[in-house]
T-cell receptor, first 116, second 113 residues
Framework: DAGVIQSPRHEVTEMGQEVTLRCKPISGHDYLFWYRQTMMRGLELLIYFNNNVPIDDSGMPEDRFSAKMPNASFSTLKIQPSEPRDSAVYFC??????????????FGEGSRLTVL | GNSVTQMEGPVTLSEEAFLTINCTYTATGYPSLFWYVQYPGEGLQLLLKATKADDKGSNKGFEATYRKETTSFHLEKGSVQVSDSAVYFCALYRRDSGYALNFGKGTSLLVTP
């Protein structure tokens, strides 16, 4: 079975541009998570979904960030407008309902964003 | 709230040396505990886990024991290899605190030949 798939792997953009990151979770997983990784702050949870519904978005930094999950196999994280401080690696992860007692998340390889 | 504290890195060891990376946690009740590993340029992979007190997780020569009395989950390996060079993350999960993992800040390990 394919793992969590993220695209693009690398994105370089200029300040003010819109950035869209994409994620395909493992088939059958009910939960999808977006994390951000930086040297200063480590891994931060941005938002997570259950059955395509956002459950906790308290980690989303500000209104420039938005996330959607239009169906069970696809999610996007959008930054508009982007700023240099948004430069980070963004990870998507998924969790099956059966694993909600133990919490084993599966991660994608990440999208490295550089905002100039 | 729930939190994880792990030792600061970087940790530099010679090949075949003994490894310990300390991890302590704060949580109510009995969380599940994990070690994830991130190799350069890659995502996080589950290394091992323990879901209740006194459980020992093990994988690829790494071990960690869930110690409720000291709220710890230290990672150990008896003889490290160059290929173990990576960043190691300790993480905590409590279902009734939401379904996300709480991560420590990560410990970078460099193993030299």
């Amino acid at each position: 079975d394919a793992g969590v798939i993220q695209s693009p792997r690398h994105e370089v953009t200029e300040m003010g541009q819109e950035v869209t990151l994409r994620c395909k979770p493992i088939s059958g997983h009910d939960y999808l998570f977006w994390y951000r990784q930086t040297m200063m702050r480590g891994l931060e949870l941005l938002i997570y979904f259950n059955n395509n519904v956002p459950i906790d978005d308290s980690g989303m930094p500000e209104d420039r960030f938005s996330a959607k999950m239009p169906n069970a196999s696809f999610s996007t994280l959008k930054i508009q407008p982007s700023e240099p401080r948004d430069s980070a690696v963004y990870f998507c992860a998924s969790l099956s309902h059966e694993a909600t007692n133990t919490g084993e998340l599966f991660f994608g390889e990440g999208s490295r964003l550089t905002v100039l | 709230g729930n939190s994880v504290t792990q030792m600061e890195g970087p940790v530099t060891l010679s090949e075949e040396a003994f490894l310990t990376i300390n991890c302590t946690y704060t949580a109510t009740g009995y969380p599940s505990l994990f070690w994830y590993v991130q190799y350069p340029g890659e995502g996080l992979q589950l290394l091992l886990k323990a879901t209740k007190a006194d459980d020992k997780g093990s994988n690829k020569g790494f071990e960690a024991t869930y110690r409720k009395e000291t709220t710890s989950f230290h990672l150990e390996k008896g003889s490290v290899q160059v290929s173990d060079s990576a960043v190691y993350f300790c993480a905590l999960y409590r279902r009734d605190s939401g379904y996300a993992l709480n991560f420590g800040k990560g410990t970078s390990l460099l193993v030299t030949p």
